[in-house]
């Protein structure tokens, strides 16, 4: 009888405490910043694409939904020729953010992307791509890889002495 | 056998190997750089530090390089030691001090040597934070790409390019902590066996520049255990696809056939299966349906096929199975092999020396082991570039043996040996019309016309004490020559003959049978090596058939209605004008073929058939050997196997020899039962319903990506994978991950080992076979049951000395490993590479005779037809020869030696 009456005290009392519901879709939820949800490809601060195509995030996909080919541009520059992520299959796990060695694939706090139609659920490279460094701001992978790209040739990357000359007799 | 200690457990080794190569094949996992199973030790890279123990009371120990110790009878040593592992790690810390942080963009990652072994000791954090050292790249041709910034200095690449493969244009550069792989300056590597590199570079310094095109990781491949098509050599290749793409050709190790290496032709000149030339739908000629389906095809065949005569053409690149399904459809009086003349008499010739001779023809490794050599009229790099290598090993093996003898080194001591031996070779005599890329090797070189090269191997024939003919009227050159060869191979432990189609010359083919023969007369353990024109040239032979001279003669008068051509440029089988006139009274061509053709353009009805890459069959190399190429991926659109095409057009025409076939097991059933000369190659590799653990073996590594977004552009509901009925292979990552059956290996990879490297998982002992034994069959066997030699009598005759005619000339082919095979060259890198225009190659002395010089234009008739070529001046080139590339596209000539008249 005691048991009964204090769960009914108790239910009362929640009528005077803040509410947890959100009157979604008029009010969202915040959500924070690491939030796994809509995938997206970032460019890096010069603006170029981030993706060099290196196929770890396809590789680390456990539902195998990220499909891409590298390509490259006359200087050397790698990235995706096409990039395609079906998110009918995507279960939103991150180990492709996890893969990115260039920070390019990256998970937002976005999770509006409901369809009625399937198909349309697959999404390309042009929906992919955003004008934004998302979450880590500042890095540049060609700035610290070895490779010569256009605007960057061979002992320009941060680290790097200047090319060896090979007919130096120098020591 | 020595027994060795390793932590502590006793194990039985072979004597005489390293102590990494016992490790290995123990299954330790041991880290190397700068070893290579086919390049032997250096001690460079110091990565295979283990420890070793005076005895058992030595507890302290002392760190050794494992490549660099010969096993001995109870050694004692530690791999897992403390400071022996922390060592490794220390060097593998030191290599990466300037290795770029590229593995991104890097395309070897995913199959990198030094990513296995990084991870293999355990180095997972970068201590150096200094500046990175870096280099300049060079343009090293269509075929590599260079990426200097990641070396890690093994030297390896210089070890195989300049000591193995015996290149000249690529070397070490600089010095200390600067020192550079790559040319003198910017342009194409010039070896043959360049491609190699890719595999050999353990990092990515040397990549393969066609894969780089349209790029694709190891694990993102569907790969199947092929062999190539680019000679007759038959080595074993992996081919792997990605998006219905051909992606790249990898080597597959046969400790038989190739080893660990292939030739560029056959490593680069896939694309073709790629080609915007690929016939992909059927076409019937005055068709008024939109879309012809392949009902329509075979209703509209049916007709003619039961209604007139039909006769069948098969192809010497084409493989078994399908020939075979095509003699049988139009019977074996209807079926014509479609070869040149010349090539039908060689391979008749050679095949009968194989099979009723009593001399051995050896397989590439075994012609690798020979100690002394003798080249009648091949020019073995453009011809079979792969045995070319093997010849260059055999020259070694005499100054090794007596390097070894004398320095007291074993034959894995790779800087010893080279240094104790320097630059000498062993017995090795070339003659051939013109000079060779082997030359430089040769004890001599001779170059002769075609007929007076084969009298020089009778005349040594002779001095061996074969019944020949005496031979009188040779010069003192000549003769001294005769002596010094018959001298070298009976000093021989192991002598090797090679001669081929090279020349087009049969007498040559005799006079090596003589040789060899006179040599096993002599009790030795000589070799006999053919070269044939195509892949399977020697296996058409083996089926057998009538001539194609014959069908055009039948044609030609009016007794046959329809025409079926397997797989075959008919234009490259017999002049234009005979080509032409043929196909012009053919009243219906039915072509089965992959790519467009001049005889696809004649053809009535094309039917798409599959490249090796879209195929299942069955080849037979120069050795006789049978091996069997797996589809590697599943046809699109119309495109089938030719000898499936066929079986429909059996079924529907009826055909009692074809009923109750449909899968590949079932034809090479019927070859092996009907034809007594294949018997066995059913049994090549594991039928169909094989089954390890009641799984199939996947094409696909188990880090395949992107199943289920590579096709959602089109549909996002994933199509079912497509279902291999023919063989034991599954065409999806589903299946058995342990060790296929060495016949079917799709792709070499083993628990941390990504890389090629991993092969060293898959064998006997390190360089030796395959675990369940090196995959094929040889099919042919010397025939050594009576007394001397065998069941074929000596060829005593040798040719008239050659002698110019006035006003002609004697065309005698040249060929080029880039341009003269027919599919190859529909490659962009290859076709770079190709001597370009058709030329005339002249002896000076006739040029001024005919008042030409080099780049003139030349008017020759032959057989009454004029051609034009472009004049190249060629001193070695004896009078009254000239040579022609044949096989180049668009030289209208298909058939050399031949005479032209100016």
């Known amino acids: 009888m005691f048991s009964l009456l204090r769960s009914m005290w108790l239910v009362f009392l929640h009528m005077f405490h803040k509410r947890e519901t959100y009157q979604y879709p008029e009010e969202k939820a915040p959500l924070p910043a690491r939030w796994r949800g809509r995938i997206a490809l970032t460019r890096d601060p010069d603006g170029g694409e981030r993706c060099v195509g290196c196929y770890l995030c396809a590789a680390a996909c456990p539902v195998d939904c990220i499909s891409l080919q590298a390509t490259e541009d006359e200087h050397g520059r790698r990235y995706p020729e096409f990039f395609r992520i079906n998110f009918s299959r995507c279960i939103f796990c991150g180990f492709c953010e996890e893969a990115c060695p260039t920070y390019a694939i990256q998970l937002l706090p976005d999770f509006e992307m409901a369809e009625y139609n399937r198909q349309n659920l697959v999404y390309e490279k042009e929906n992919l791509l955003i004008n934004s460094q998302g979450k880590y701001p500042g890095y540049n992978y060609y700035k610290v890889a070895g490779m010569a790209i256009g605007g960057k040739d061979k002992g320009e990357a941060e680290r790097e002495e200047p090319p060896v000359d090979i007919k130096s007799l120098l020591p | 056998m020595a027994i060795i200690h390793i932590d502590g457990k006793s194990y039985d080794v072979k004597e005489g190997r390293n102590l990494l190569e016992a490790c290995l094949s123990l299954g330790i996992d041991l880290p190397y750089f700068c070893w290579h199973p086919a390049l032997g030790s250096v001690g460079a890279c110091r990565q295979c530090a283990v420890k070793s123990f005076k005895d058992e009371k030595d507890t302290k120990g002392r760190l050794i390089m494992s490549c660099m110790e010969p096993v001995k009878d109870q050694l004692r040593i530690s791999v ?77 690449c210089v070890r195989f390019y300049k000591d193995f493969a015996g290149g000249k244009d690529m070397d070490v550069f600089a010095a200390h902590n600067h020192v550079y792989f790559g040319r003198h300056k910017e342009g194409t590597l010039e070896s043959e066996f360049s491609g190699n590199l890719a595999e050999i570079c353990p990092t990515g310094v040397f990549t393969d520049k066609t894969l780089k095109q349209h790029y694709t990781r190891k694990w993102d491949m569907t790969y199947a255990p092929s062999i190539c098509q680019g000679c007759s050599l038959g080595c074993n290749i992996i081919a792997g696809e990605r998006y219905g793409s051909l992606r790249q050709i990898s080597t597959r190790y046969n400790g038989a056939v190739n080893g660990y290496f292939l030739c560029d032709r056959g490593r680069y000149g896939y694309e073709f299966v790629n080609s915007p030339r690929r016939i992909r739908e059927i076409a019937i000629r005055n068709s008024t349906l939109a879309t012809i389906t392949a009902d329509d095809a075979l209703r509209h065949l049916k007709d003619k096929l039961t209604g007139g005569r039909v006769i069948g053409i098969g192809s010497p690149r084409a493989s078994l199975e399908s020939n075979f399904v095509l003699q049988q459809l139009v019977g074996q009086d209807q079926f014509y092999l479609g070869m040149t003349h010349t090539e039908h008499d060689l391979a008749t010739l050679a095949l009968k020396i194989l099979k009723q001779g009593p001399v051995r023809t050896p397989s590439m490794q075994e012609a690798a082991a020979a100690d002394a050599v003798l080249i009648l009229g091949e020019d073995l790099l453009n011809t079979a570039p792969m045995l070319g290598l093997a010849v260059r090993q055999a020259v070694r093996r005499q100054p090794t043996q007596d390097a070894m003898n004398a320095a007291h080194v074993l034959a894995w001591q790779d800087a010893a040996v080279r240094e104790a031996m320097q630059d000498r070779n062993g017995p090795c005599f070339i003659l051939n019309i013109q000079p060779t890329g082997l030359d430089e090797i040769a004890t001599r070189a001779y170059h002769a016309a075609p007929d007076n090269i084969a009298r020089i191997g009778f005349a040594v024939a002779q001095v061996l004490g074969a019944p020949v003919t005496v031979i009188t009227d040779l010069t003192e050159e000549e003769r001294q020559l005769v002596q010094q060869i018959a001298d070298a191979l009976s000093a021989a432990a192991r002598p090797l003959i090679i001669a081929g189609y090279g020349m087009g010359n049969e007498a040559s083919l005799r006079a090596a049978a003589d040789v060899s023969w006179a040599l096993h007369a002599q009790g030795k353990p000589a070799m006999l090596s053919f070269t044939m024109p195509e892949c399977n040239t020697l296996g058409l032979e083996m089926l057998g058939g009538l001539r194609l001279d014959s069908a055009v003669d039948a044609v030609l008068n009016g007794e046959v209605d329809t025409v079926i051509v397997l797989e075959n ?42 490249s090796f890459a879209e195929s299942d069959g069955t080849l037979v190399n120069n050795e006789g050997r049978a091996q ?123 628990p941390g080992w990504n890389s090629v490297q991993s092969i060293n998982k898959f064998q006997v002992e390190i360089g030796g076979s395959l675990h369940d034994g090196d995959p094929g069959k040889r099919l042919l066997e010397p025939n050594g049951n009576s007394n001397g030699n065998g069941h074929i009598p000596w060829f005593t005759d040798a040719p008239e000395h050659f002698v110019p005619m006035a006003g002609h000339l004697l065309m005698v082919p040249v060929y080029h490993i880039y341009g003269s095979e027919e599919l190859s060259v529909h490659t962009p890198g290859i076709a770079e590479r190709s001597p370009g225009a058709p030329y005339i190659m002249l002896n000076p002395d006739d040029a001024k005779r005919y008042e030409v010089a080099e780049h003139h234009q030349l008017q020759l008739a032959v057989n009454g037809h004029p051609y034009t070529f472009t004049v190249k001046i060629n001193p070695a080139l004896h009078r009254g020869m000239a040579g022609v590339p044949v096989g180049l596209q668009g030289i209208g000539i298909a058939e050399v030696p031949e005479l032209g008249k100016l």
């Open chain 2, 569 to 610: 440029d008919l234009y490259r089988r017999m002049d234009k004008h005979t080509a032409d006139h043929f196909l012009k009274h053919c009243k219906d061509l039915v072509l089965l073929d992959h790519l467009y053709n001049a005889t696809a353009e004649k053809a009535t009805v094309l039917l798409p058939a599959g």
């Open chain 2, 628 to 750: 069997r190429f797996f589809q590697v991926y599943g046809a699109t659109g119309a495109i089938q196997e030719s000898w499936r095409w066929l079986l429909q057009l059996g079924a529907i025409t009826g055909n009692e020899r074809l009923r109750h076939m449909q899968f590949l097991d079932d034809v090479t059933e019927a070859i092996a039962k009907r034809q007594p000369v294949f018997a066995g190659i059913d049994h090549l590799t594991p039928p169909a319903d094989f089954r390890i653990a009641g799984q199939k073996i996947p094409r696909e590594p188990h880090r395949y990506s992107g199943r289920t977004a590579m096709q959602a552009n089109v549909n996002v509901s994933e199509p079912k994978p497509p279902v291999d009925d023919d063989t034991a292979l599954s065409f999806t990552m589903e299946g058995y991950r342990g060790e296929p059956p060495s016949s079917m290996i799709p792709f070499f990879w083993w």
């Open chain 2, 80 to 156: 897992t030691d403390q400071e022996a592992s922390a060592f490794r790690e220390q060097v593998i810390g030191w290599l990466m001090t300037n290795h770029p942080h590229d593995c991104a963009v890097c395309d070897e990652g995913g199959s990198c040597h030094l990513q296995d072994m990084t991870v293999m000791t355990g180095h997972s954090y970068r201590n150096y934070h200094f500046t990175k050292r870096t280099y300049k790249n060079q343009y090293l041709g269509p075929f590599l790409n260079h990426e200097m910034n990641r070396c890690i200095q093994c030297y390896r």
